[in-house]
Each structure stands twice: as structure tokens, then as C-alpha cells.
């Protein structure tokens, strides 16, 4: 079974940075679509990026341009590296492998 692994949040100020970064156990990862997802309480999960096999990225309206998906297939690991962060980006951000699995999520608070 995969597992995934996220690191990265923490609590930056309005206009800073994170890259979260999320390690994966599946030996099929270099074919796997990889997702960041986030959730606030009372609000659904949303799809924030996400990243196929072959690198060819997408994201949500309000973090492009601030906000990049990557992918290292020699460590396993997709990451997000967030930019020009606002209040509004503050959730628990959620690693997604192929629509089936998901971290266990890792916590990003943006505020003064």
C-alpha cells in the first residue's frame, strides 16, 4: 500500500514562502499524477495543482503565477512551492498519488 508522506507547512507571514514537499512508498511513482490538494474546516477539498507523469502541470485560478508543482521521480517526492502567500492560502494542504491516496496532510498558516 503507498503511503505518502507530506513536510514543509508552518506559520509564514503575509507575502512569504513555504515549499511543502511530499515523499511517496509506491514503486510505480514516475507514473503516477501527483495532486496537492487543501481543505479549511467547513469547506470542501480543493485541487490546488496537480502534475502528471510526463511534467505537464495545472493549477487552480488564484495561486498561478504564485505558486509551483515539481516532481524529483529519482526521490520520490512532488513538491509545492508556495510564493506571495496571503491569509486566503491558509488551510491544511493534502499530497494526493493517482486519485487514490492520500497524505496525511501538513498545516499552513499564513498571517502577521
Known amino acids: 500500500q503507498v503511503q505518502l508522506v507530506e513536510s514543509g507547512g508552518g506559520l509564514v507571514q503575509p507575502g512569504g514562502s513555504l515549499r511543502l514537499s511530499c515523499t511517496s512508498s509506491g514503486s510505480s511513482f514516475r507514473f503516477d499524477t501527483m495532486a496537492w490538494y487543501r481543505q479549511v474546516p467547513g469547506k470542501e477539498r480543493e485541487l490546488v495543482a496537480n502534475?502528471?507523469?510526463?511534467?505537464?502541470?495545472d493549477y487552480m485560478d488564484s495561486v498561478k503565477g504564485r505558486f509551483i508543482i515539481s516532481r524529483d521521480n529519482a526521490k520520490n517526492t512532488v513538491y509545492l512551492q508556495m510564493n506571495s502567500l496571503t491569509p486566503e492560502d491558509t488551510a491544511m494542504y493534502y499530497c494526493?498519488?493517482?486519485?487514490?491516496?492520500w497524505g496525511q496532510g501538513t498545516q499552513v498558516i499564513v498571517s502577521s
Open positions: 494526493n498519488c493517482a486519485g487514490r491516496t
Open positions: 502534475i502528471t507523469w510526463s511534467s505537464l502541470t
